[in-house]
């Protein structure tokens, strides 16, 4: 009965290749969310997307696309992994996309390695 | 831009003292403030919020007041535990609009026995 859930935990994969994270959320929340942890610790947005709009963060590269096949899905398709898109990825949910206040939950994250 | 500017550790203390992790954003308009927790391993998990000027978010004995005059959301416990041991992130997210949080570079936080 996990509220937001990601696979894999870990994932470790040569320069070059293309890899997908997915995510899950059982809330029945409208807007979804992919952020990025670096090795500092730092986080940052990627991306979120309701039925209705996609923001992408200016700085995230093309190689990342979100894939939504439905309201409780959005998956993160990687292309052409680099050695700096290691770190951790975490999806979150929120009730809301156009209510600031709304709580984001966020999913135990994932762990991608390129070597 | 929106930002959020938050003291760096490691920020080490003995068990039972204050603890203080200052936090100040510069934000358009009115933004709603957060302070998230990461425990080793795990994901975030909210702490508390406040989505407006002088509220008061509280939660486990740790507490944040919204200041609009200092930009500030300072959180504060009284005593804290070797349990508190964590990864401590301010953000904050503009009303309306889709977008997600920003977050600070996180505090992270060592309680000794």
């Known amino acids: 009965d996990t509220a937001v859930s990601q696979t894999p935990k870990y994932l470790v994969t040569q320069m070059g290749n293309d890899k997908s994270i997915k995510c899950e959320q059982n809330l029945g929340h409208d807007t979804m969310y992919w952020y990025k942890q670096d090795s500092k610790k730092f986080l940052k947005i990627m991306f979120s997307y309701n039925n209705k709009e996609l923001i992408i963060n200016e700085t995230v590269p093309n190689r990342f696309s979100p894939k939504s096949p439905d309201k409780a899905h959005l998956n993160l398709h990687i292309n052409s992994l680099e050695l700096g898109d290691s770190a951790v990825y975490f999806c979150?949910?929120?009730?809301?996309?156009?209510?600031?206040?709304?709580?984001?939950?966020f999913g135990p994250g994932t762990r991608l390695t390129v070597l | 831009g929106d930002s959020v500017t938050q003291m760096e550790g490691p920020v080490t203390l003995s068990e039972e003292a204050f603890l203080t992790i200052n936090c100040t954003y510069t934000?358009?308009?009115?933004?709603?403030l957060f302070w998230y927790v990461q425990y080793p391993g795990e994901g975030l998990q909210l702490l508390l919020k406040?989505?407006?000027?002088?509220d008061k978010g509280s939660n486990k004995g740790f507490e944040a007041t919204y200041r609009k005059e200092t930009t500030s959301f300072h959180l504060e416990k009284g005593s804290v535990q070797v349990s508190d041991s964590a990864v401590y992130f301010c953000?904050?997210?503009?009303?309306?609009?889709?977008?997600?949080?920003?977050f600070g570079k996180g505090t992270h936080l060592i309680i000794q026995p």
């Open positions: 979150a949910s929120s009730p809301r996309g156009g209510t600031g206040s709304d709580t984001q939950y």
């Open positions: 406040a989505t407006k000027a002088d």
């Open positions: 953000a904050l997210r503009r009303r309306g609009g889709a977008d997600g949080l920003t």
């Open positions: 934000a358009t308009g009115y933004p709603s």
